[in-house]
């Protein structure tokens, strides 16, 4: 059974930084694209970030391109969102999803596994 587990959550003022990590188990994480994303009470859910199998392609939303960088440990079974320069709209739960390919997309259909989500809240 694929479990994804978020952690890294947490108050931040704005500015601040905060380092989200993802831990996988119950299959080969070296073979899936994962990706990132978050929801903010009364909005849907949006697309952050997403990273191939390898880490050779990388997919950032506009939001967030030059302050948020998705990355991954295949060693670990971990995938991560570095978060700089937060700001206050950045506040939201943040899912970590795994696909069943080795291409990620930017839709939440997309992926079939989701983590339980962690808080992240910037103060202003």
């Known amino acids: 059974q694929v479990q994804l587990v978020e952690s890294g959550g947490g108050l931040v003022q704005a500015g601040g930084s905060l380092r989200l990590s993802c831990a996988a188990s119950?299959?080969?994480?070296?073979?899936?694209?994962m990706g990132w994303f978050r929801q903010s009470p009364g909005k849907e859910r949006e697309f952050v970030a997403a990273?191939?199998?390898?880490?050779?392609?990388?997919y950032t939303a506009d939001s967030v391109k030059g302050r948020f960088t998705i990355s991954r440990d295949n060693a670990k079974y971990t995938v991560f969102l570095q978060m700089n320069s937060l700001k206050p709209e950045d506040t939201a739960v943040y899912y970590c999803?795994?696909?069943?390919?080795?291409?990620?997309?930017?839709?939440?259909?997309?992926?079939?596994?989701w983590g339980q989500g962690t808080q992240v809240t910037v103060s202003s």
């Open positions: 119950g299959r080969t994480f070296s073979r899936y694209a």
């Open positions: 990273i191939n199998y390898n880490g050779g392609s990388i």
């Open positions: 999803a795994s696909t069943d390919m080795g291409w990620a997309g930017r839709g939440a259909s997309d992926y079939k596994y």
